[in-house]
């Protein structure tokens, strides 16, 4: 999960609807959302259900009915961030590699703390540049050479390329190299249902492949690490994921709602809880996260890594109104960037740290 691509990833086109309900897009829906405040709603299918999920993975070709109405979700996931058409006024703009972005996707986390992610969009593809993140405690780059080409534009049915890039990251006084590779093709279409609507899809196919230790440390310096994703992209901001392993085992699964300002949010859950930043940040051997519950509920407080999985939980029980605070202290686990997201029933907050070994 480059995280903030995998939220962007359902962002794409302008409808084409041909009499055979195929469809494509060219990535012009993106420019629309330029200036404005994007709300991306995340609902994560509950593990119990991954095993049923063969005849989705399956469904290849084209005419399909992908379901995801037959399951449960956990909490939804509510993510916004502001749409900018240039890299003026963000720490990209003295970056000569990615101040040629003209769609870059600002999150803030907190007066001292926020992500800029860089893209560049043009007629025959939507590429990924690199991002920044920023803290009190410094700044990290990333830059991916060349490009991640995260879509070919048009895409359609017969959309099929792969790439192999350098994620090159500096900051927080620890710098790394790493060589990704990505196939990626179109092997599906047809209609993605969800408990909140359906829509016409193209699926997209994307194996992804890079060195273990690029995640977690790893015994062998040539273990890789190889991921499939199948994702459902439409023209009505409707999408969907199922990210499995390279045993088949299916690691995560969820569709997506996104919303630009002034379109109806009624729906979206209120989050009954204040989470504050964790301090200090960036850290080396412990920091403390502190929150606020204002109703009664089931409390979980778990940390992830940027590809989704779980490392720690460090609250897990019903909790009464108050001020709560707790420590993290990680265990055998890799210096960078990891996420820490609290529940409370129904809602959800989520927020990065960056540890520093």
């Not at 992610?117 to 540049?129: A, I, P, T």
């Not at 994703?229 to 969907?240: E, H, K, R």
Request: aromatic share 10%; net charge negative; with cysteine.
């Amino acid at each position: 999960m480059r995280l903030g691509v995998l939220l962007g990833i359902l962002l794409c086109g302008t409808p084409l609807l041909p009499a055979t309900g195929q469809i494509s897009f060219d990535g012009s829906l993106l420019q629309t959302l330029v200036g404005q405040q994007v709300t991306a709603t995340v609902y994560s299918m509950q593990a119990a259900h991954f095993s049923s999920l063969g005849p989705l993975i399956d469904a290849t070709g084209g005419n399909q009915t992908y379901d995801f109405t037959p399951f449960t979700y956990d909490f939804p996931s509510i993510a916004s961030y502001t749409v900018q058409g240039s890299a003026a006024g963000t720490p990209g703009a003295s970056n000569a590699y990615l101040n040629t972005a003209n769609f870059v996707q600002i999150t803030t986390f907190s007066e001292q703390s926020a992500s800029y992610v860089y893209n560049e969009v043009r007629s025959d593809g939507y590429f990924l540049l690199g991002s920044v993140f920023t803290s009190a405690g410094g700044m990290s780059v990333t830059q991916f050479e060349p490009a991640d080409e995260t879509y070919a534009l048009p895409l359609t049915t017969s959309s099929a390329w792969n790439e192999t890039f350098i994620s090159n990251t500096e900051g927080f006084g620890s710098t790394s190299s790493v060589e990704i590779s990505d196939d990626e093709v179109v092997d599906g279409w047809g209609t993605l249902v969800t408990p909140m609507g359906s829509a016409p899809v193209l699926r997209l196919k994307k194996t992804h492949t890079q060195p273990t230790q690029a995640v977690k440390n790893a015994d062998s310096p040539d273990a890789q690490l190889v991921t499939t994703a199948y994702i459902f992209v439409s023209n009505d901001l409707l999408g969907a994921s199922i990210i499995v392993d390279a045993q088949g085992t299916v690691l995560s699964a969820a569709y997506t709602i996104t919303r630009a300002t002034g379109t109806a949010t009624e729906d979206l859950p209120v989050q009954p809880f204040h989470l504050a930043q964790n301090h200090p940040n960036p850290f080396r051997d412990r920091t403390m996260i502190a929150y606020a519950v204002h109703q009664p509920g089931h409390v979980r407080l778990q940390v992830y890594d940027v590809l989704g999985r779980t490392v720690a939980t460090l609250v897990d029980q019903y909790q009464l109104p108050g001020d709560y605070r707790t420590t993290f202290t990680p265990d055998d686990l890799a210096g960078g960037l990891y996420l820490y997201a609290l529940q409370i029933d129904d809602a959800t907050k989520v927020r990065p740290l960056v540890f520093v070994k």
